[in-house]
């Protein structure tokens, strides 16, 4: 299965989710999703991920590829890029296309999606892993290995009808050949290069403590929270003392689109035990000085700025309105001419209270 792989791709990129193995991301792919709704109507949408970040984006309308950081392009400059885009544009539509040609042949049944997904990742800065998937609905169609495209045992017939088409084309077999060996290589490197600043951040966590939706009556499930961080290797622990508490439930770490990541940790305990446990975020920016939040009477922050601030916040722009609206309603008629064809409910009012005065 192609998610599987994707998958696997993102536990071999994270390295784990524990705190003390921070790596560099060290792969570049691009993602191909294709949408064939009938025999008019396609629609093609393409990105490309430094690891897990998001850094260029694509769309077939224009053909155009966009650069969603400062340092997205690597060293490429303008003239490759533009090489690149008709290069990317010609052969993923061509690819593409051939979907549609042999709809009947393959067996396919609209609406489908073909899904591609390309790349390279390089191992101890020099052992080069290249990979370019192609997969129907979601399983896996083939793959391409050296100069020329594998049919994938789950894709059956219709997979060997496919790759012995796609093995015809030559030229391009021997460009896609380039593009992973060569290109995708130097562009990751110079990636890394350009984005050092960004991808090698120290971003600390921001850490509260809620209650979430209780498990039963008696029970209380203690939700902590870590917001912001980035690298994203994180650790969060629920603890009775010095004691890691088991049974917690992790959730999935999760983007934010800054590029940074959040992650929570609950636990679900009797009402009576929960005084006395403590919630303990470690991370690399926070330089061996673990964020501790004891769980007890106290309020968490998060709670208290919605309690408290909040509504003072409302009260304070509240009473503001009320008294720029009180001043200008007191102004003589000529600072504001009435236009009688505004309608809105501040000159309704304003006209009538007017009148009124008059
Ligand atoms: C194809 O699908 C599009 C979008 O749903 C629709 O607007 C169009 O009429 C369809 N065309 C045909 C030939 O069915």
Known sequence: MLFLQLLLLEVVLAGGDNEDAFQEPNSFHVILI???HNRSWVRYLGSGWLGELQILGWESKSGAITFLWPWSKGNFNMEQWMELEELFHINSITLFHKFQ?????????YPFEVQLVGGCEMHSGKNLVSFLNVAYQGSDIMSFQKTSWLPSPEGGSRAQQVARLFNQYYSTNE???????AVCPQFLSGLLDAGKADLQ????????????????????????HAAGFYPKPISVMWLRGEQE???AQRGDVLPNADGTWYLQVSLDVGATEASGLSCRVRHGSLGGQDIILHWGHRTSPGLIFLAVV????LLGGLAFWLRRRWTQDRRPHTDFPLEQSSSSPATWLRTHLQTARQ
Do not use: M, T
């Open 245 to 247: 508490q088991q049974g």
């Open 175 to 181: 460009g896609i050949r380039k593009l992973l060996s």
């Open 201 to 224: 951040r120290q971003v600390r966590p921001e850490a509260w403590l809620s209650s979430g939706p209780s498990a039963g009556p008696g029970r209380l499930k203690l939700v902590c």
């Open 34 to 36: 294709s949408s064939f």
């Open 101 to 109: 040609i042999y709809v009947s042949q393959w067996q396919l049944e």
């Open 310 to 313: 909040a509504p003072l916040v």
